[in-house]
């Protein structure tokens, strides 16, 4: 069904995840494989499955999204060294759970482009 992805589970408390935020449209948890000493996801709390599927009514939830990055990337100590806000859409962007998630990635020096 297309609410259950890991990500929608580990919204409803189903799967266990180290959550590091949450309100009523986001929660934020640590990346299971992380590529950097900060890896943190940020989804919507109701399943949307890629940026694709975004709309105008949806403006202030992406909003939302990225200044929760912006103040955990505060609360990580890594908002002057520096990190990436990455969205992944469809399989060439390198999208793997198809439940939108936003990545806070850094702690470390990265390159560009990515791979
Ligand atoms: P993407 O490739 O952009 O779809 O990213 C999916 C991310 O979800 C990857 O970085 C995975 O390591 C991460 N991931 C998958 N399953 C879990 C999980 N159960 N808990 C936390 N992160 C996960």
Known sequence: MAEDTIFAR???GEVPATIVYRDDMV????????????HILIVPNRT?????????????????????AQRLAQQEGIAES??????NCN??????????HLHLIGGRKMSWPPG
């Open 27 to 38: 929660t934020a948890f640590r990346d299971i494989a992380p590529v950097a000493p900060t």
């Open 48 to 68: 949307i499955p890629t940026l694709n599927d975004l709309t105008a009514d949806d403006a202030a939830l992406i909003a939302h999204m990225v200044l929760t």
């Open 91 to 100: 399989p060439q962007g390198g999208q793997s759970v198809y439940h939108l």
């Open 10 to 12: 580990i919204v409803r």
């Open 82 to 87: 520096g990190y990436r806000v990455v969205i």
